[in-house]
T-cell receptor, first 110, second 113 residues
């Protein structure tokens, strides 16, 4: 079945440093979504990418969808303590169900 | 603006006991989902529903049952709880299955002793 791998599992950065998490799927995706989960909270939708090679930005966050629609990345520029949390990618293939990656936990040292 | 509401928020069960987790959404969404979240494993789909009166199995359905008698409610049942079912359970809903964001409840932390 479809698998979505996400790396790294953890990332500990100094405030102001950049952060990137990568997502890879075993199958071609119709779209990919990104979610953020604050410690003790629930996943919150950030963005969806649909087109091959698509790049979207939300302030300091940049999301990319690979040309083959099998990988994606989230890059945060100049991290802040408010960025702390776990970032999940979730891919949808022809079955339409979302398959979540295992998440990348971001810790930010002030 | 309640969104997705889950009850209870916390529960401790003994092995073999049964219980039902309740999920209610007020966004008139057709699709509803139950996930479990375990450390290092992300969110895994247990069961889902594409509309009132329908249910389907997800990735890890064994040991769970669900019912969607009303559009706004999705119930998750554990008939005979096992320690392996200790987890955080999230309910979510969406307007469509693909291409639409899922809205999550606050979760239920369940411990099976």
């Amino acid at each position: 079945g479809q698998q979505v791998m996400q790396i790294p599992q953890y990332q500990h950065v100094q405030e102001g440093e950049d952060f990137t998490t990568y997502c890879n799927s075993s199958t071609t995706l119709s779209n990919i979504q990104w979610y953020k989960q604050r410690p003790g909270g629930h996943p919150v939708f950030l963005i969806q990418l649909v087109k091959s090679g698509e790049v979207k930005k939300q302030k300091r966050l940049t999301f990319q969808f690979g040309e083959a629609k099998k990988n994606s990345s989230l890059h945060i520029t100049a991290t802040q303590t408010t960025d702390v949390g776990t970032y999940f990618c979730a891919g949808s293939d022809s079955s339409y169900k979302l398959i979540f990656g295992s998440g990348t936990r971001l810790l930010v040292r002030p | 603006n309640a969104g997705v509401t889950q009850t209870p928020k916390f529960r401790v069960l003994k092995t073999g006991q049964s219980m039902t987790l309740l999920c209610a959404q007020d966004m008139n969404h057709e699709y509803m989902y139950w996930y479990r979240q375990d450390p290092g494993m992300g969110l895994r789909l247990i069961h889902y529903s594409v509309g009132e009166g329908t249910t389907a199995k997800g990735e890890v359905p064994d040991g769970y049952n669900v019912s969607r008698l009303k559009k706004q409610n999705f119930l998750l049942g554990l008939e005979s709880a096992a320690p392996s079912q200790t987890s955080v359970y999230f309910c979510a809903s969406s307007y469509r299955m693909s291409g639409q964001p899922q809205h999550f409840g606050d979760g239920t932390r369940l411990s099976i002793l």
